[in-house]
């Protein structure tokens, strides 16, 4: 599949592109969390190999990055992610959408995310969307909030 509603699915030239705009878009939350946000320790050459990376372009300017994990019962967010200039434009509900569409296509009918416990304008971004809160983890470092939405 190389599309998704409107949305390329990466390949391993767009490594260095998901890279940046990862990296610009978590940037802010390294202040609120006081550890590196977890997607900015990943290998993105990695990511793009093993899970469904899908960009969100405008005029070959890259915009969202949206990275899914398809699983058995589920798909997971692994990342939603849009790029500071782009943010408050959409970017993130169209995201969110073709997650959705993406789950359904796979027959799956739950979608799952997890976000860290103090980014609570995110926990309600994602709570005026549908998601609810479904536990929270202790991990050595942080808490992140696991949350979950039935689709379909």
């Keep these: 599949m190389k599309s998704l509603g409107g949305l390329r ?9 998901v890279t940046a705009l990862q ?11 006081g550890v590196e946000p977890l997607p900015l320790l990943a290998d993105y050459r990695k990511i793009i190999s093993q899970y469904e990376v899908w960009l969100a372009e405008r005029a070959d300017a890259l ?4 990275i899914l994990q398809p699983r058995i019962d589920d798909v997971l967010i692994w ?4 790029a500071p200039g782009a943010q408050r434009r959409g970017v993130g509900r169209r ?5 959705e569409a993406r ?5 799956r009918r739950a979608l ?13 971004w994602y709570g005026r969307h549908g998601y609810a809160v479904e536990r929270i983890e202790q991990l050595a470092d942080r808490r992140i909030v696991h949350m979950i939405k039935s689709i379909g």
């Design 9 to 17: 699915r990466a390949t391993g030239a767009d490594v260095e592109a």
């Design 23 to 33: 990296r610009a878009a978590y940037a802010s939350n390294r202040t609120i969390l």
């Design 63 to 66: 915009e969202g990055v949206l």
């Design 79 to 82: 990342s939603l992610a849009s």
């Design 95 to 99: 995201l969110l959408r073709a997650a």
């Design 103 to 107: 789950a359904l296509e796979l027959g």
């Design 112 to 124: 799952r995310l997890y976000t860290g416990e103090k980014l609570i304008g995110n926990i309600a």
